[in-house]
């Protein structure tokens, strides 16, 4: 191989190499990953409550039992360059991620999330703040071919706690009924 193609390849690897190196899992210090991009809308701010880890008390009612009652972890950080928040929840029961960016003509934030044990379905989520609380909104379709909506609620957010409520609606949302679990979160101290 000539010696000039040589050079050129070496000089293209190098670059290569140099530029993989800058690429880093874990951000620098001066990352976004936990606070939302300033030059971006101002409504970006409104999941920056979420950043960070999070240890979970999840309780799910059992009709004619007590309930469940686990625990998981939440990490939550910013993405692509502080205007997408991340979401990761690693629980006994369910491992996923959730991707939420905010959609300035709906004024509200899409949502995607993946879970395994159900991996490769994607489901659909919208959320928008609501006075003091943030809902996520979700439809399905139940087991009997009903549509539901449900939701979470965010509430009681403050620097280290937040709370989840979960409801559901069998009526297109005209009337509500408690949803299958709640939520107590605690920020993890670093």
Do not use: C
Not at 74 to 86: D, K, L
């Amino acid at each position: 191989m000539p010696r000039i193609v040589i050079s050129i390849l070496a000089s293209m690897l190098g670059a290569h190499f140099a530029l993989a190196q800058q690429i880093q899992f874990q951000p620098a210090e001066d990352s976004p990953i936990l606070a939302h991009n300033s030059a971006g809308p101002v409504e970006l701010a409104q999941f920056d409550f979420l950043a960070g880890d999070w240890d979970v008390i999840v309780t799910m009612p059992r009709p004619g039992n007590s309930p469940l009652v686990y625990q998981a972890r939440w990490h939550n950080h910013w993405i692509a360059n502080g205007y997408v928040m991340m979401q990761e929840w690693r629980g006994p029961f369910a491992t996923g991620v959730e991707l939420r960016a905010y959609n300035p003509s709906t004024r509200k934030w899409d949502g995607r999330n993946v879970y395994v044990p159900d991996p490769g379905t994607w489901y659909a989520n919208e959320a928008e703040l609501v006075g003091n609380d943030m809902i996520v909104t979700s439809h399905q379709i139940a087991p009997d071919g009903i549509p539901l909506v449900n939701r979470e609620i965010y509430h009681a957010i403050q620097a280290d706690r937040f709370q989840i409520r979960t409801e559901v609606s069998r009526d297109a949302g005209v009337s509500w009924m408690p949803g299958r679990y709640s939520i107590v979160a605690t920020r993890v101290r670093q």
